[in-house]
Structures are given as structure tokens and as C-alpha cells.
């Protein structure tokens, strides 16, 4: 089955960076629209941003001039490059991808979840 997978979180400091990854592995047939998500506790999930196959991104107002979202095709890969980062930032951030695979029509799949801790 295809499953995603994060990497890149951790602990920083405030006005640091982190670039978080989320690869792609298994029978892919095509991926389409990726993005990032982030839940802080007691929170609900909140879209980050996302972008389309076409590389047109789109950022939820509290993280424009901050995050950039970028994909490399080739590597079934997007990233999320975070810098300015300030402790309300902190959250477990879910990458997404909607994929066809060999067996199955287009669905959306979730990562694990990745923990970024902004400290202050």
C-alpha cells in the first residue's frame, strides 16, 4: 500500500527554521494535489497549505511570508520550509497527498505526523 512518511521536526528555538519532508513510497500510479496540516493540542487540525500539481501554492493567513511549500515530482516528495518560526507554530504537522495507486482510485493519504516545538 502507499503510505507517507515525515521528517525534519524537532526543537527550535524562536526565529529559527526547520524544512520538514514527507516522501511517498509504495505502488504509486500518480500523485496529485500535497500539503501540510497541523494540529496543536487542544486544537483542531488546521490546513497549513498545500500545492497543486502544476506547483500553484496556496498558505493559511498566520504562516504567508513564513512557510513555503515545495514538491519534487521525481523524488514523490514535498516540503515544508518554515523559517521566522514563533512558539505559536508549535504542533504535530500531518503532510497529505492525494495518490492513485496500482490498485486503487484517487484517495487522499495521511503521513504519521511529524512534532515541531517552538521555544521561546
Known amino acids: 500500500q502507499v503510505q507517507l512518511v515525515e521528517s525534519g521536526g524537532g526543537l527550535v528555538q524562536a526565529g529559527g527554521s526547520l524544512r520538514l519532508s514527507c516522501a511517498a513510497s509504495?505502488?504509486?500510479?500518480?500523485?496529485?494535489?500535497m500539503g501540510w496540516h497541523r494540529q496543536a493540542p487542544g486544537k483542531e487540525r488546521e490546513l497549513v497549505g498545500d500545492?497543486?500539481?502544476?506547483?500553484?501554492?496556496s498558505y493559511a493567513d498566520s504562516v504567508k511570508g513564513r512557510f513555503t511549500i515545495s514538491r519534487d515530482n521525481a523524488k514523490n516528495t514535498v516540503y515544508l520550509q518554515m523559517i521566522s518560526l514563533k512558539p505559536e507554530d508549535t504542533a504535530t504537522y500531518y503532510c497529505?497527498?492525494?495518490?492513485?495507486?496500482?490498485?486503487?482510485?484517487?484517495?487522499?493519504?495521511w503521513g504519521q505526523g511529524t512534532q515541531v516545538t517552538v521555544s521561546s
Open positions: 497529505n497527498a492525494v495518490i492513485r495507486s496500482d490498485y486503487h482510485l484517487p484517495r487522499n493519504y
Open positions: 509504495g505502488s504509486i500510479r500518480s500523485i496529485g494535489v
Open positions: 500545492i497543486t500539481t502544476g506547483e500553484r501554492t
